[in-house]
């Protein structure tokens, strides 16, 4: 007891200090300083150095900047279920639930947090009137009232974080050791590992901030090449080198290279046994959102913990326990694993039977190892597994779906949302856009890490007209979240109509920002049916997702791997809910109804564009008429879908738009091919409407489009 007064007593007085030094030290503006909890650290822990040193940088980074200042401490942030389990007289319960943000801390803690967002005027959303498009479902039912107007309450993870004060990144290549691993794993053996190579160290940036803000410094960072060491190095990042010859650019899924990858994925899981902690190595594109250890803790026999492809809860959306028997038997997801060092001979094997069958899927013989010699379910749903030599064995368990997340589990059936939780982990799989559709989603979601450049460019933004009966074309009930019973799902047809509606306003919005040198922001997307790398019905085999998508994820529909760094050209939807962007830019707005009018008519294109011309005039006029008059606002609103692009554009732009945008479009899939042969996935076609006109594979439509499949 005397000892733990002496650690309270110690760690206060160190952050007093610190809020002391800041005090003193910095003056006006609005960055935040996180002071770390008194209860994780002890004057005779390794840590503290290391922690001492990294608070001075940030201090020193704050001071330069000269806009960090000191506030109340914050509010605890809870999830609605959370709430509950506190309203209830639960509070143990309510620890293991809780989502901790950037500015909470559990309740055990009562050192000062320093809050990145002033507290903001909270409502209940209004019901859906009836006859209008619902809103999908979503974690809160409160809206907040931000200086651009109301928003859905953004998650806590959202929250700005603070910037990563930079150093000398040295010369030394540290390798990872007993010693190391030790060092940085908690009091009770926990560690986080995740490895990454130079072409995305701006995850493993992300990756971190979320733990510094969750307050978890029990991790590290495994860098593929001194490139991304130094990277690493240069925010103080714990991190060791692991030699592994590969390229600094993308894998790509597939490759050799992405095949060596596993290799050296199984090795350092191996490795990481063998230091003696028990370690949850996660994929850096797996961002962990609340802290998994409280979680983990509940289950003091498992020994291997992994997350899943399976699209369904089997305990349904009021229960966060480990999944049941049948969450066994869909492929394990090895992007997030829990290796308690106990098991180690489980992972000696995996890695011997990767080696010897280079080009075999790890995840497939993780699976495949871990199945050897098990049966029977235990307590809390953990099976007997692999068995060990000693004639034990492994005690394993399948994470909830819903809370350990896939990019389907959390982006399509929202699974999280339906329980009005937060999810542990978020892993981008299930997504058809490369690292650039990664990204995006990842700023759909408010999860990803972005400079406040990416915030302050000018905007053009604006709602896409979609009528009620293009997104229930069939009619019948719909639910609160606006979704349908399964028999009512839209036709394929049907879906590429209600597609090509939305993706008309969305190119000629391109059009227009091009015009006015703004970024677009992208309008909520609505699909009809999911997507898919085979052929299904509407959602794929054994998915809970419900239709139609009311959020559906951008690289579903619009192509933007092709499109290189799509960031260029759109932002996410949200972004202007989003907490990191500035308030100087959302006050900076001004709504415009960008509409054609000539001698008192309203003008248009029609589909031949055989009027263009005629439109041409006015609308290059109303272009010019919106840059003289709104030059210095940030935000540009529009109060209508915008003009056709040919009347924005120059005929010599317009030739160049529609060479350059007609790759854009992305895929549906996938339909059943005729005779079973063939391709069975159809392209949208951002150029839909215009007769005639060449698709991205130059094919000619000299009438009405329809959908066709391939190439």
């Known amino acids: 007891m005397a000892r733990g007064m002496s650690r309270v007593a110690w760690g206060a007085a160190l952050l007093l200090a610190v809020v002391i030094l800041v005090s003193l030290n910095l003056r006006g503006g609005s960055a935040p300083v996180r002071v770390p909890p008194h209860e994780m650290y002890h004057e005779d822990s390794p840590e503290l150095a290391d922690e001492v040193k990294m608070l001075r940088a940030r201090v020193k980074a704050l001071e330069e900047r000269l806009n960090a200042k000191i506030v109340a401490p914050a509010p605890l942030v809870t999830s609605a279920k959370e709430d509950a389990l506190i309203v209830s007289g639960s509070p143990a319960a309510a620890t293991q639930a809780r989502s901790v943000s950037v500015e909470a801390v559990s309740t055990s803690e009562k050192a000062m947090v320093v809050a990145t967002t002033p507290s903001l005027q909270e409502r209940k959303v209004e019901p859906t009137p009836k006859g209008m498009v619902p809103r999908a479902s979503y974690w809160s039912d409160l809206e907040v009232k931000t200086a651009g107007g109301w928003c859905r309450k953004p998650p806590p993870y959202a929250m700005a974080k603070p910037v990563f004060p930079k150093v000398d990144p040295g010369t030394d290549k540290p390798l990872l050791t007993a010693e190391l691993a030790k060092k940085h794993a908690s009091k009770d053996n926990m560690l986080i590992a995740t490895y990454v190579n130079y072409n995305r160290l701006d995850f493993a940036y992300t990756f971190i901030k979320h733990l510094r803000a969750l307050n978890n410094p029990h991790f590290l960072v495994g860098a593929l090449d001194e490139k991304a060491l130094r990277g690493l190095q240069q925010y103080s990042v714990p991190t060791f080198l692991i030699e592994s010859g590969l390229t600094t650019n993308d894998y790509g899924w597939g490759t050799y290279a992405f095949r060596q990858l596993g290799l050296h994925k199984v090795n350092l899981v191996l490795n990481l046994a063998k230091t003696g902690v028990d370690c949850l190595t996660v994929d850096a594109d797996a961002f962990i959102l609340r802290d998994p250890f409280p979680y983990i803790r509940r289950l003091p026999d498992a020994e291997v913990l992994t997350s899943s492809d399976h699209l369904v809860a089997t305990n349904g959306y009021k229960n966060d326990g480990l999944e049941g028997q049948s969450g066994f038997y869909s492929a394990f997801n090895i992007g997030y694993i829990w290796i308690k060092a106990s098991s180690v001979e489980f992972v000696q094997k995996w890695r011997d039977a990767c080696f010897r069958d280079p080009n075999a899927w790890d995840q497939v013989l993780f699976a495949s190892v871990l199945r050897r010699g098990g049966g029977g379910m235990g307590a809390n749903n953990l099976q007997k597994m692999f068995k060990k030599s ?15 997340a896939s990019g389907h589990t959390f982006f399509v059936s929202r699974m999280a949302h339906l329980m009005h939780d937060h999810p542990y982990m978020v892993h981008t799989t299930f997504q058809y856009g490369g690292a650039q559709g990664k990204r995006h989603r990842l700023r759909e979601a408010m999860m990803w890490e972005d400079s406040t450049d990416y915030y302050s460019a000018d905007f053009l933004t604006f709602e896409t ?20 019973e399964f028999s009512n799902r839209m ?24 015009k006015l040198k703004r970024v677009l922001i992208l309008p909520k997307l609505i699909c009809g049916l999911d997507r898919w790398w085979a052929p299904h019905a509407g959602i794929i085999p054994g998915s809970a997702a419900r239709l139609p998508l009311l959020e559906c994820p951008a690289d579903h529909v619009i192509d933007l791997e092709r499109m290189g760094k799509p960031e260029t050209l759109l932002r996410e939807a949200n972004m202007l809910c989003n907490p990191r962007t500035p308030t100087a830019v959302l006050e900076s707005s001004a709504t415009v109804d960008p509409s054609l009018v000539a001698d008192g008519k309203a003008v248009s294109v029609s589909a031949d564009g055989s009027d263009a011309d005629t439109a041409r005039r006015p609308g290059l006029a109303r272009v010019q008429e919106l840059l003289e008059k709104h030059a210095a606002v940030k935000v540009l609103k529009l109060s209508k879908p915008a003009p056709d692009y040919r009347a924005t554009l120059t005929a010599n732009e317009v030739r160049d738009f529609e060479r350059e945008h007609r790759n854009y479009a992305g895929l549906w899939c996938c339909n059943h091919p005729p005779g079973g042969r063939g391709a069975g996935h159809i392209w949208y076609d951002w150029f839909h409407d215009v007769i005639p006109h060449k698709d991205r594979f130059g094919r000619s439509w000299d009438a009405e489009w329809f959908p066709k499949m391939g190439p």
Do not use: C, W
């Open 491 to 514: 036709s394929v047809a049907q879906h590429f109509e209600l597609v090509h509606h939305q993706l008309t306003q969305i190119r000629n919005a391109f059009a227009l920002a091009k």
């Open 390 to 404: 000693d004639g034990t064995n492994v005690m394993a368990g399948v994470l909830p779906v819903s809370l350990f």
């Open 465 to 484: 007209d979609v009528p009620y009966d293009l997104v229930y074309p069939k009619g019948g009930d719909v639910r609160e979240d606006g979704t349908q």
